[in-house]
């Protein structure tokens, strides 16, 4: 037992730092590559995370900075994500997530309509269904934003947005959940500081199934209340960092509350006006302890990390 015991555990370690060093690696490439395009790019953009990028109140303020004579400005995104994952109890995996927004803004009530299309598609393995990908739930959002100084006074925020949602289940993964469809409502506050771009929204979500419980014995949770917190620092027109905390409280229809956190941090940097990056690490676990007793919230954990590049295209 003892001679096994060893290898397995020195294979495991040299795992652990071969995972860590090719991150670091990745990192430094990121940065290095930056700065060296950076030094041949004349174009100046602002550089904007994905969430940012698509939020009613950033969409109302390019609407009104438009200078097309439409009462209405069409705008999308194209994502293309590569996640790793960095699960120290299971063998590294790659994925990527590619996902299509589109967006109408009209530009004098600041009123728009966004609707989402993705693709989750696995590199490293195939799926208990022997898949290797599938489409994400189409979603479809409807906002308003209401500006400082033209629709209220109140120096403390710039913008406040209210947000109605919907999204149908239509992949195998909703089946299998018995997943029919949701409906939301957020409400979202903007305030700009110098450098710093903030936004702090709540948020509740009800999902409806077909069934209480899964075929795996899992019961549904229909209600879902959620606080997002995010918060963006512009370095200069190209290169920003940017921090969001995630915290989620679902009910399922036995009355069980299960609390969750999703925290996430990135580097942006935009190569043009119409193209960006951004390279990150997020970590989601629920906030309940080993011991069952203790909750906390953790901004990085090793055991639940997934490494990102995102790069992002505007339409």
Do not use: C
């Not at 957020?186 to 771009?197: E, F, M, P």
Request: charged share 15%; hydrophobic share 40%.
């Amino acid at each position: 037992m003892l001679n096994t015991k060893i290898p397995s555990r020195m294979e495991t370690q040299l795992e652990t730092r071969d995972s860590k060093l090719s991150t670091a690696a990745l990192f430094v490439f990121f940065v290095v590559f930056v700065g060296l395009v950076s030094n041949f790019l004349a174009s100046r953009a602002n550089a904007q995370a994905a969430a940012l990028a698509n939020d009613p109140a950033t969409l109302a303020a390019n609407a009104a900075q438009a200078e097309n004579q439409s009462p209405f400005l069409f705008t999308g995104q194209f994502l293309l994500e590569t996640t790793r994952s960095a699960n120290e109890a299971e063998p590294i995996s790659y994925g990527g997530w590619y996902q299509l927004t589109g967006s109408a803004i009209h530009k004098k009530t600041a009123i728009n309509a966004t609707a989402r299309v993705g693709y989750t598609r696995e590199y490293s393995y195939e799926r208990d269904d022997g898949s290797v990908g599938s489409f994400d739930n189409p979603g479809l959002s409807l906002a308003k934003s209401f500006r400082n100084g033209k629709d209220y006074e109140f120096s403390y925020l710039d913008a406040v947005s209210v947000s109605v949602s919907g999204s149908i289940g239509a992949n195998d993964e909703s089946r299998r959940r018995s997943f029919l469809w949701s409906n939301g409502v957020s409400v979202t506050g903007a305030k700009t500081l110098g450098n710093w771009n903030l936004r702090q929204g709540f948020g509740y979500t009800h999902s409806f199934y077909e069934y209480d419980i899964r075929d795996s014995g899992v019961v549904n949770a229909p209600h879902t209340l959620r606080s997002t917190t995010m918060a963006f620092y512009s370095l200069n027109d190209q290169i920003s960092f940017g921090a969001s905390v995630l915290y989620g409280y679902s009910i399922s229809f036995q009355g069980v509350g299960r609390a969750t956190t999703m925290a996430q941090f990135s580097a942006d940097y935009a190569f043009t006006d119409k193209v960006s990056a951004s390279l990150g690490v997020a970590s989601e676990r629920g906030t309940l302890e080993p011991d069952g007793q203790t909750n906390r919230i953790r901004f990085y954990a090793p055991e639940a990390a997934t490494y990102f590049f995102d790069l992002i295209v505007s339409l």
